[in-house]
């Protein structure tokens, strides 16, 4: 059976530091991979997505980077975070069309 | 335009009723059709999908309708449970299912 696992669980970060998120697929022989930001109450927005180590494509622009260092890897940072950054960030994955989500990582920006 | 729009915002519903969720969309290019549940806290759960090819897909308590014509999908619960109080959001995506647009979701409460 295939996880997903996303650290850290949380995060209080200050404006202007550094970030890095990760996610990490178990079970699955190349996944397509993704990453998705959800404001408290909101809905789910697409920030990146790669289908293979090493390529990843933009969705929209939020002052954000990723990264796909290994087959079953994948990194979301940014160098300096803005209070607009706050949510709850989630990593997905898919075989084919549907696609799983991993459990999140809520981050505060203060 | 890349648009998914959902309703109702909220809806409350007593046990054992049937609630019924909406969605609508403009991009004639999708035609994969999922929809999520998801709890306080988690991530989001694949409840159940349709392709633009099928009018119709059913999963125990779970039917979801989709009318390529109008460009519209439902999602039918029946028999709705105090467990079943979440979020829902509807989906769209074109074939390579890269991109996926998410409506804005509908709370759910069922009261028992």
């Known amino acids: 059976a295939q996880t997903i696992h996303q650290w850290p669980v949380a995060e209080i970060k200050a404006v202007g530091s550094p970030l890095s998120l990760g996610c990490t697929i178990k079970?699955?022989?190349?996944?397509?991979l993704y990453w998705y930001w959800q404001a408290t109450g909101g809905t789910l927005q697409q920030l990146f997505y790669s289908i293979t180590v090493g390529q990843v494509e933009s969705v929209v622009q939020l002052n954000l980077s990723a990264s796909r260092p290994k087959d079953d890897q994948f990194i979301l940072s940014t160098e300096k975070l803005l209070l607009s950054h706050s949510g709850f960030y989630l990593c997905a994955w898919s075989p084919d069309r549907e696609q799983y989500f991993g459990p999140g990582t809520r981050l505060t920006v203060l | 335009q890349q648009q998914v729009r959902q309703s109702p915002q909220s809806l409350t519903v007593w046990e054992g009723g049937t609630t019924v969720l909406t969605c609508s969309y403009e991009?004639?290019?999708?035609?994969?059709f999922p929809w999520y549940q998801q709890f306080p806290g988690e991530g989001p759960a694949l409840l159940i999908s349709i392709l633009s090819v099928s009018d119709k897909k059913e999963d125990g308590r779970f039917t979801t309708f989709f009318n390529k014509r109008e460009k519209k999908l439902s999602l039918h619960i029946i028999d709705s449970q105090p467990g079943d109080s979440a979020t829902y959001f509807c989906?769209?995506?074109?074939?390579?299912?890269?991109?996926?647009?998410f409506g804005k979701g509908t709370h759910l409460h069922v009261l028992p």
């Open positions: 991009d004639s290019t999708f035609n994969y």
């Open positions: 079970g699955k022989s190349s996944p397509n």
């Open positions: 989906a769209a995506s074109d074939t390579n299912a890269y991109k996926v647009i």
